[in-house]
C-alpha cells in the first residue's frame, strides 16, 4: 500500500463524516470493533477517529452547509415559505 499522509487522513475523516450524515449511523459506529477491523484492514495507518472528534467534523460539514444555504436563501428575490415535520 501507498503513503497515507496527513491529507489523506483529513480526506478520509471527512469522508466517515459524510457517510455518517448520509445514511444517519449513530455516532458510536466509529468504536464498534467490527468497524475499526474493517478500516485497520483498508489502511492499516488510518487511525479511526473518536465519537467527539467525527461529531466536531459533522458539526464543521452543517456548518458550511448552513452557510451556502443562508447565501441562497439571501440571493433569492422572491418569497419562501420553509416547513417542518416533528
Given at each position: ?6 491529507t489523506?487522513?483529513?480526506n ?17 459506529m ?30 464543521k ?26
Amino acid at each position: 500500500m501507498g503513503q497515507f499522509d496527513k491529507t489523506h487522513e483529513t480526506n478520509a475523516k471527512t469522508e466517515l463524516a459524510n457517510m455518517i450524515i448520509m445514511h444517519e449511523y449513530p455516532l458510536s459506529m466509529v468504536e464498534h470493533l467490527g468497524f475499526k477491523r474493517y478500516s485497520k484492514a483498508l489502511q492499516p495507518s488510518f487511525k479511526v477517529p473518536c465519537r467527539n472528534t467525527i461529531k466536531k467534523e459533522i458539526m464543521k460539514i452543517f456548518e458550511f452547509e448552513k452557510e451556502k444555504t443562508m447565501k441562497l436563501i439571501q440571493m433569492n428575490t422572491s418569497r419562501i415559505a420553509i416547513t417542518t415535520d416533528m
